[in-house]
């Protein structure tokens, strides 16, 4: 679907809703977790690390979500959700209190949902639906990062009605990167691109998606564009719920959620694409399996990844070796929101923060955790 195509349906959405009688019917919801772990982490090359964890299991956060009906099947929404540093008492992005999503959109029955603001791309959204154990650093998103919690600024979004299970998502960011440096040269905006499919019925779920950014206007970057191309599937047997995905990235992650980056790509407000390697024509090959067994009064979760650069670390000359993240966890609920957890994980050729860089150590965790919703 083209944007053109997502701006007219945008446009007839929003002449649906002016033609709609006002009928106030308004709810707000409070909503959040709270999770917090005590773990080892042990990484190649340096001490191991004892402490706490601020979500092991999901991420901590808290939000609001407003929905108030405008007549007939149409109505309006909002979300306004930021992450916690549980272990510090802070938000993780002071400077961005709702760091996860500021959002105020307008829906209808038979023409879908659209969205302004900060939110997740529909790539991400729909694709990481797939996820088997989500553990801190060791998830998904580890390898597929297109996959990762990761959001996006300035964006409108529509995703359709479900047709038979059937749902198709469109997102455009005017500019996904962060101000520029005051003395950067040759900075741009960075915009974002996503297309998303899913199929959600019983026991299925498949999706896939495209996602793609604008031109790298970066000096000795050629003007390349970060890609990442995805598909995965699910299927709950009942007694096992099986996933698979696959990732092909190129160019850089599409959402710079890879490290800092090439200082010139800070400067212009676009670190996170990953190194200089993987940006200037790399390419990144995952892939994911993953399983959740029901085991006692819990779920026994287990998941591996892996990925094959396609480049060779400047500095060195060196090939970069494929990364592999593996995990094997256990987790006993308390309550209808309330669950004790813990988990061992391992990666080689992986780097947490960053996913991949020259240096490609090997990490390993262990941790126990409480995770808590309301």
Not at 14 to 25: E, G, H, I, N, V
Not at 230 to 243: E, H, I, P, T
Not at 260 to 266: E, H
């Amino acid at each position: 679907m083209s944007i053109k195509r997502t701006c007219a349906t945008g446009a007839a959405l929003l002449a649906a809703l002016a033609a709609m009688p006002t009928q106030a019917q308004t709810r707000v919801r409070l909503y959040g977790t709270v999770d917090a772990a005590v773990g080892v982490t042990r990484v190649s090359g340096a001490p191991t690390e004892k402490g706490l964890l601020s979500g092991g299991q999901s991420d901590s956060l808290w939000g609001l979500q407003g929905h108030e009906a405008l007549g007939g099947s149409s109505y309006a929404a909002f979300a306004l959700e930021g992450g916690l540093d549980v272990a510090h008492g802070a938000p993780d992005d002071p400077a961005r209190p709702f760091n996860y999503q500021s959002w105020v959109g307008v829906g209808n029955a038979n023409l879908g949902e659209l969205r302004l603001g900060r939110q997740y791309t529909v790539g991400q959204a729909f694709v990481s639906g797939i996820e088997v154990a989500s553990w801190k650093d060791f998830g998904l998103g580890a390898l597929l990062r297109a996959s990762d919690n990761y959001q996006v600024s300035k964006q409108i979004s529509w995703r359709s009605p479900q047709w038979s299970g059937m749902q198709l998502g469109a997102s455009y960011s005017f500019d996904a990167g962060d101000a520029p440096a005051a003395d950067a040269s040759g900075g741009s905006t960075y915009k974002l691109y996503s297309l998303a499919l899913r199929y959600e019925q019983g026991p299925w779920l498949l999706a896939t998606s495209w996602e793609q950014g604008s031109a790298l206007r970066v000096e000795a970057l050629g003007g390349r564009r970060p890609s990442a191309a995805q598909l995965g599937a699910s299927y709950n047997f009942g007694v096992a719920r099986l996933a698979a995905g696959w990732s092909r990235q190129r160019n850089g992650f599409v959402g710079r959620n890879g490290g800092d980056g090439p200082a010139p790509l800070q400067a212009a407000g676009l670190k996170g694409l990953g190194p200089v390697e993987f940006i200037n024509g790399g390419r990144l090959d995952a892939l994911y399996l993953a399983a959740s067994i029901p085991m006692g009064h819990g779920e026994l979760q287990m998941q591996w990844s892996q990925a094959r650069p396609h480049w060779d670390w400047q500095d060195s000359g060196v090939r970069a070796k494929t990364s592999q993240v593996m995990s094997l966890g256990y987790i006993y609920p308390l309550s209808l929101r309330t669950s004790l957890y813990a988990f061992a994980a391992h990666g080689r050729a992986y780097a947490m923060d960053v996913a991949l860089d020259a240096s490609q150590p090997s990490v390993s965790r262990v941790a126990f955790g409480l995770n808590t919703r309301f």
